[in-house]
């Protein structure tokens, strides 16, 4: 499934209180995602609930900031840090509005 149509799912359902969607959102992010490191096997695993794209781990770790989604945060972070060159690492994330919320080079220290 799209990381849009995950999104929409956990916004949506977190919005109107429609469990099912964003229980199912999160499923997929923590499948993806678990809150135990050794379970990670990286976004390259053919066993994703998620479609990679090349921003998928910004994308992520900016929804995981913006929905308050703790438990799978230390993974994400580790999944961005991993495969991102650290050149790329001092872009800033942003909430939706369009506000600044997080630099990568804040979060790392």
Request: proline content about 3%; overall charge neutral; charged content about 20%.
């Given at each position: 499934?799209?990381?849009?149509?995950?999104?929409a799912?956990?916004?949506?359902?977190?919005?109107?209180?429609?469990?099912?969607?964003?229980?199912?959102?999160?499923?997929?992010?923590?499948?993806?995602?678990?809150?135990?490191?050794?379970?990670?096997?990286?976004?390259?695993d053919?066993?994703?609930?998620?479609?990679?794209?090349?921003?998928?781990?910004?994308?992520?770790?900016?929804?995981?900031?913006?929905?308050?989604?703790?438990?799978?945060?230390?993974?994400?972070?580790f999944?961005?840090?991993?495969?991102?060159?650290?050149?790329?690492?001092?872009?800033?994330?942003?909430?939706?509005?369009?506000?600044?919320?997080?630099?990568?080079?804040?979060?790392?220290?």
């Amino acid at each position: 499934m799209s990381f849009r149509k995950i999104t929409a799912m956990l916004r949506l359902g977190k919005k109107y209180e429609i469990d099912y969607l964003a229980d199912e959102a999160l499923a997929r992010l923590k499948h993806d995602y678990p809150r135990n490191l050794s379970l990670y096997k990286g976004l390259g695993d053919l066993n994703t609930q998620i479609e990679y794209t090349q921003t998928l781990a910004v994308d992520v770790l900016n929804l995981t900031f913006e929905c308050s989604l703790s438990s799978i945060m230390p993974v994400v972070c580790f999944g961005y840090i991993s495969q991102t060159p650290l050149v790329s690492r001092t872009c800033n994330f942003f909430y939706a509005d369009g506000n600044s919320l997080a630099t990568i080079t804040n979060l790392l220290r």
